[in-house]
């Protein structure tokens, strides 16, 4: 289930993130106990908004932070990582999001030795991290991106791809064929 940048959730994707069944939204909906909201069809949707009520965090004192993490696989590639950063803050002072930390990292996309998206991952671990951005999925990871992005989600940390095919340092085909744009 591709969950981040989602706004809107189908009540399948949604009684997933809860880890419950659809049937039972349906009986909170009527009971009034989590409401669904309606699309001018009259078909359910909810919002990730509901999501963190639902899992008890108050949006407006959430003090967690904003990370934008960018990443090439050598030091060679300094530049692609330089402009990879300055798309994500201007991304970001488009949507008028509010960065609280940069992670620029050097390592494999295909494995998990990065020291900096380590402490990343310690950090969604310990609840510090609200949203993370990137340019595209292959940033965190090209295999198991799915998986993070449910890990992520089980720490109530959202991620956000900014959809940009972006052309330096990591589309080779690996990445492509793992590639799901998402949007925001």
Do not use: H
Not at 22 to 40: C, I, M
Not at 63 to 80: E, G, L, M, P, W
Not at 93 to 104: F, H, L, S, V
Request: contains cysteine.
């Amino acid at each position: 289930m591709n969950t981040s940048n989602i706004t809107n959730y189908k009540p399948k994707d949604f009684a997933e993130l809860l880890g419950v069944s659809v049937k039972t939204l349906q009986r909170w909906d009527r009971e009034g106990t989590l409401k669904a909201n309606r699309t001018p069809t009259d078909r359910r949707y909810y919002t990730y908004d509901q999501y963190l009520q639902f899992k008890g965090i108050n949006i407006e004192n959430d003090k967690r932070q904003v990370v934008i993490y960018a990443r090439v696989s050598t030091r060679n590639q300094k530049d692609d990582l330089q402009n990879q950063v300055a798309f994500l803050r201007q991304f970001c002072n488009a949507k008028g999001i509010i960065i609280d930390q940069c992670i620029e990292d050097y390592g494999s996309g295909l494995n998990y030795n990065r020291k900096k998206w380590n402490e990343l991952l310690n950090e969604v671990m310990e609840q510090k991290i609200k949203t993370i951005i990137v340019t595209e999925k292959c940033s965190f990871i090209i295999i198991a991106s799915d998986w993070l992005e449910k890990f992520c989600m089980k720490f109530n940390t959202r991620t956000i791809t900014t959809g940009r095919t972006y052309t330096g340092y990591c589309f080779y085909t690996s990445c492509v064929l793992l590639q799901v744009v998402w949007t925001s």
